[in-house]
């Protein structure tokens, strides 16, 4: 079972910045958490990970709570194009290690 | 980020018939690959996890000499679909990680959408 859970879906305006909350209380002081979002029929699409602090790259912000039992993706400027499923992950950092998805968040960005 | 390729983007076969889905590494060599399933409005399902030169691992409940999967060369797996039915219609899905391709990142194809009539 995934160890984290997500709102099932959202709604952002466009140009907005949109937050999508993941909680992952049982989360242990090795594991990560990443973000992947899905566009519709299309593969998974790496975001950001983290470990505790947190992380800002070209795409989202990645806000992890001091106690590492939740955590906030930021997409800033959120444009239509951000409309997918958005999946909270949280792995060993181990290239042959699984990844346990769940059903992540629809984010629909409305113009 | 490394590029995986999958082939085809999209099949539709005759129930009964075989269907092979070949998934590459473009530019990294992928010394694990993953392959996964996906239902309309459902999340990723987990079929097997393949590593170069070694038999895959099955998840529970993936019958392995239904679903075949050979990872011969450190860029190419394929997935073998033998006497598909309909029920075996989904969106399969690979992905990739080994050296040089971020080592323990997984790199994702574009999926293949398998339709079988």
């Known amino acids: 079972d995934a160890k984290t859970t997500q709102p099932p879906s959202m709604d952002c305006a466009e140009g907005r910045a949109a937050n999508l909350p993941c909680n992952h209380s049982?989360?242990?002081?090795?594991?990560?958490v990443y973000w992947y979002r899905q566009i519709h029929s299309q593969g998974p699409q790496y975001i950001i990970h983290?470990?505790?602090?947190?992380e800002t790259n070209e795409m989202a912000s990645l806000i992890i709570t001091e106690d590492r039992k939740s955590s906030t993706l930021i997409l800033p400027h959120a444009t239509l194009r951000d409309t997918a499923v958005y999946y909270c992950?949280?792995?060993?950092?181990?290239?042959?290690?699984?990844?346990?998805w769940g059903a992540g968040t629809k984010l629909i960005i409305k113009p | 980020g490394a590029v995986v390729s999958q082939h085809p983007s999209w099949v539709i076969c005759k129930s009964g018939t075989s269907v092979k889905i070949e998934c590459r590494s473009l530019?990294?060599?992928?010394?694990?690959m993953f392959w996964y399933r996906q239902f309309p409005k459902q999340s990723l399902m987990l079929m097997a996890t393949?590593?170069?030169?070694?038999?895959?691992?099955?998840e529970q409940g993936v019958e392995k000499d239904k679903f075949l999967i050979n990872h011969a060369s450190l860029t190419l797996s394929t997935l073998t679909v033998t006497s598909a039915h309909p029920e075996d219609s989904s969106f399969y899905i690979c992905?990739?990680?080994?050296?040089?391709?971020?080592?323990?990142?997984?790199?994702f194809g574009p999926g293949t959408r398998l339709t079988v009539l």
């Open positions: 992950i949280v792995r060993v950092l181990n290239s042959n290690y699984q990844l346990i």
């Open positions: 992905s990739a990680s080994g050296a040089g391709g971020g080592g323990n990142e997984q790199f």
């Open positions: 530019d990294f060599q992928a010394t694990t």
């Open positions: 983290g470990l505790k602090n947190n």
């Open positions: 393949s590593n170069e030169g070694s038999k895959a691992t099955y």
């Open positions: 049982t989360i242990s002081g090795n594991e990560y």
